[in-house]
């Protein structure tokens, strides 16, 4: 009607697009993220620390809780890191391998680590779009909520939690997961209000799509890029709040440990020439941090290319 | 069919609540009177034209007619039903009926769906039951219409140019066949050639599909080349409703004389001889609208009765209304 030879163009068309299929901004921004090393390198190095704590115990001589009689007591002298004895990174005080300790409280903190951050984006990322779609009374009495659960402070509270409730890794989760939430539904909700007036949102309600439809569909998405930014910057947050936890000797329970109670053995030993103990689960500690850091830097600027 | 009345909108008021800083909760809200007392009617094939300068209430009135804000009085009448006094649920099937189209082409598409989703969502709402191979062909055949390649589905948004980007938001509300579109300044964020194309798109489209048009612009001839009934609105209230051709011809009121002396003529010598009626003046504040006529504090007809009195909104002929004290 338009195109008056449509045929013609059309056989033209398909011989210029090889298949037809967009680019989508996701696959703009793997781009993007591909380009900077820093956050190249940063995946990188994460992954192989996430492999290495799933592969490592393969090559482990002794296990994390099994205690080397001849080390114990006198780390100093026998427990230093050495092939040989089967203690790659040297042994803790009480004579157990730091190897298998180190991948332990690696499995442990990157899993506090994640799952906290999971759980705190998908519940953040709700009530946040909620508050914000449906604006009004409803969004006052939301943010309020939030502004209540915020002025409490956090800490106090998740030591509060431990001691009363009993020390376990679960109670450590609902702790740090009822809190961290927060910060995660603001930036939301502000997101939100700007998405909420754009025309493609009004276009939605007017052919009728559903307020629940129009959340899933049309908001989320677009919050995906910020919420995944935030998410990775969260990760190292809650690993830190745990290593914290730990090192007050409230996190996890013996025998299990995590980055935060070796670090804090480590430190308490320092004075008996074994810093092994501590550099071990420290280096771990630093560059896992690091790393999240420079991936949330690089995801940023991957998804946010305008604000550089 | 092409003479039944589709719309009717009767005395149609929109207001909002405005509250300035630092004013207590309990303070009343001052109302601002968006759109005041509008009425018209559209039947099947017409094409409404609304213009006006900006913050006018052009375009909330086309939002209030789709219920996007709430009206405070008057009726939208739809085939017969009210459409105001429905609620959410009772209103979706009409939904589908009643279709629209937006100023800014890219920002009116989901950015994270490629264009054959984005096509395909009213569709998917209406009909969720349709089989994935009739939507698909549906879309095609829709995306056809417009003059768009349906290799192109796969793509997404930030691909197109404007003006395809618009040709996607039309192909959206046509693909439940609507009965009226609703267009808000489709043309105003386009390239002028690429302007005429949208608008003489449209106009094949409502020949084909028999479709009743509202077109809202502040572009006179853009206007006056698509509508066969034209509505000049100022300050929320119409002050002028006529035939496309006697509004142009004949123009009764003041401002909308001025509006038609102020499009250019492209052709120099012309347009420099032209008479040119200016408006002097800022738009007085809707908050806080004038006595009596609107008008009357930049109208260079105002006189004594133009401040105590507001003008009725009568006809001069069968197709011709005018709100004026003193029109021609």
């Known amino acids: 009607m338009i195109v008056g030879k449509k045929g013609k163009i059309k056989k033209m068309a398909e011989n210029l697009s090889e298949s037809g299929a967009g680019r989508s901004l996701w696959k703009d921004a793997r781009m993007r993220f591909m380009q900077n090393k820093a956050a190249t390198i940063s995946l990188f190095i994460l992954l192989s620390i996430v492999l290495f704590s799933f592969i490592g115990p393969y090559f482990a001589v002794w296990s994390y809780e099994q205690i080397d009689w001849n080390a114990m007591g006198s780390a100093a002298r026998v427990g230093m890191p050495s092939i040989e004895s089967g203690h790659f990174f040297g042994t803790d005080d009480l004579g157990r391998d730091l190897y298998s300790r180190v991948i332990q409280g690696t499995q442990i903190s990157l899993m506090v680590g994640v799952l906290g951050a999971t759980v705190a984006v998908i519940v953040g990322t709700l009530y946040g779009a909620t508050s914000g779609y449906l604006g009004g009374r409803t969004d006052q009495i939301m943010m309020r909520i939030v502004d209540i659960l915020m002025s409490i402070p956090y800490m106090f509270v998740l030591i509060l939690l431990l001691v009363v409730f009993g020390r376990s890794i679960g109670m450590l989760f609902i702790g740090i997961g009822l809190l961290s939430w927060l910060d995660m539904s603001r930036i939301v909700r502000g997101q939100t209000l700007n998405l909420k007036n754009k025309e493609f949102i009004e276009a939605a309600r007017v052919t009728g799509v559903s307020d629940f439809k129009i959340i899933t569909r049309h908001i989320v998405p677009n919050l995906l890029g910020i919420v995944a930014v935030y998410a990775t910057l969260l990760v190292p947050g809650i690993i830190l709040a745990e290593s914290f936890i730990s090192f007050l000797g409230l996190g996890v329970q013996e025998p299990s440990t995590s980055w935060g109670a070796l670090i804090k053995e480590g430190a308490g030993t320092i004075s008996y020439d074994t810093e092994w103990q501590l550099l071990f689960p420290l280096a771990f500690f630093v560059v896992s941090l690091f790393c999240f850091y420079f991936i949330g830097d690089g995801l940023r600027d991957a998804l946010d290319p305008k604000e550089r | ?328």
């Open chain 2, 1 to 328: 069919m092409s003479n039944q009345e589709i719309l009717e909108v009767k005395n149609l008021k929109v207001n909002f609540d405005v509250r300035s800083e630092g004013d207590m909760p309990w303070t009343k809200a001052k109302k601002l009177k968006a759109v005041n007392d509008v009425s018209f009617s559209l039947k099947a094939g017409e094409t409404l034209g609304v213009v006006g300068e900006s913050g006018c209430g052009k375009s909330t009135l086309a939002r209030a007619i789709v219920k996007m804000v709430p009206a405070e009085s008057g009726e939208v009448v739809w085939l017969g039903n009210d459409l105001l006094g429905m609620s959410s649920a009772e209103i979706r099937p009409y939904r589908k009926q009643i279709q629209m189209i937006f100023q800014d082409p890219l920002a009116s598409l989901n950015p994270r769906m490629n264009i054959g989703e984005i096509i395909a969502e009213p569709l998917r709402t209406h009909y969720p039951k349709t089989p994935e191979s009739d939507v698909q062909a549906r879309v095609s055949d829709v995306m056809n219409k417009v003059g768009l390649l349906d290799n192109l589905m796969n793509r997404y948004p930030h691909e197109f140019s404007g003006g395809q980007c618009q040709r996607i938001g039309i192909a959206r509300a046509l693909i439940l066949k609507p009965k009226l579109i609703i267009c808000d300044e489709p043309v105003s964020a386009l390239d002028v050639s690429i302007q005429a194309q949208v608008v003489n798109l449209l106009m094949d489209l409502q020949e084909e599909m028999d479709l009743a048009l509202i077109f809202i612009a502040h572009d006179l001839s853009v206007v006056k080349h698509i509508s066969t009934k034209i509505m000049v609105l100022y300050l929320g209230n119409m002050v002028e409703l006529a035939n496309s051709e006697d509004i142009y011809k004949a123009p009764s009121h003041p401002y909308t004389q001025a509006l038609i002396s102020a499009v250019p003529i492209p052709d120099p010598s012309v347009e420099k001889n032209k008479d040119l009626i200016l408006i002097e003046g800022e738009l007085p504040s809707p908050i806080n609208p004038p006595s009596g006529c609107v008008f009357r504090t930049r109208c260079h007809k105002a006189q004594e009765v133009c401040a105590n009195e507001k003008p009725d909104f009568k006809g001069l002929s069968k197709d011709h209304s005018v709100a004026c004290h003193f029109h021609d």
